[in-house]
């Protein structure tokens, strides 16, 4: 191994080592550190730094205070997402609220027929729409919003009316 190689090598071990190890019992948050810069401020002390000047020469910010879920959250590319496990994760708050509103709901049967000329997707939605809109008067949307996360009125809506 080249000395050149064994140096980046051992600077790449620092760097590493560096970055992993534990902050000082004394770094402060970025939240403290803005509020050590508002009483610099009010005491007109910062001589024309702005705060990330401030930041750079006077606060001691540990590295896990700024970003702690960015260093601990996994990459989406290191977890590929399969059905199953994309329902998985789904809120069970939205999953149940979409069954349940389900079948609470009012739904239409049927396209209807002012919209019959319409291509069926476009016939369906305002169709769920008019639905949708005349329930909230009635409160017969059983507590679904019009499009949510995990299925809303609109998702319960078409399915019924494409017959799945």
Not at 3 to 21: D, E, H, M
Not at 58 to 66: F, I, L, Q, R
Not at 119 to 126: E, I, Q, T
Not at 135 to 145: F, P
Request: glycine content about 6%; overall charge positive.
């Amino acid at each position: 191994m080249t000395v050149v190689a064994r140096t980046g090598l051992a600077a790449l071990l620092l760097g590493c080592a560096t970055a992993l190890s534990l902050p000082s019992a004394h770094a402060m948050t970025v939240k403290e550190c803005h509020e050590k810069f508002k009483e610099a401020k009010t005491a007109n002390t910062l001589k024309g730094q702005s705060f990330k000047e401030f930041k750079s020469s006077s606060c001691d910010v540990a590295p896990e205070a700024t970003a702690p879920a960015a260093a601990a959250a996994p990459t989406k590319a290191a977890q590929p997402v399969t059905p199953a496990s994309a329902e998985a994760a789904k809120p069970a708050k939205a999953i149940a609220s979409t069954v349940a509103g389900a079948s609470n709901a009012t739904l239409p049967t049927a396209i209807a027929a002012q919209y019959a000329k319409l291509s069926p997707g476009k016939a369906r939605m305002k169709t769920c729409l008019d639905q949708y809109n005349a329930n909230k008067t009635s409160n017969a949307n059983a507590g679904l919003k019009w499009i949510e996360k995990g299925g809303g009125y609109y998702s319960v809506c078409n399915k019924r009316l494409k017959g799945e």
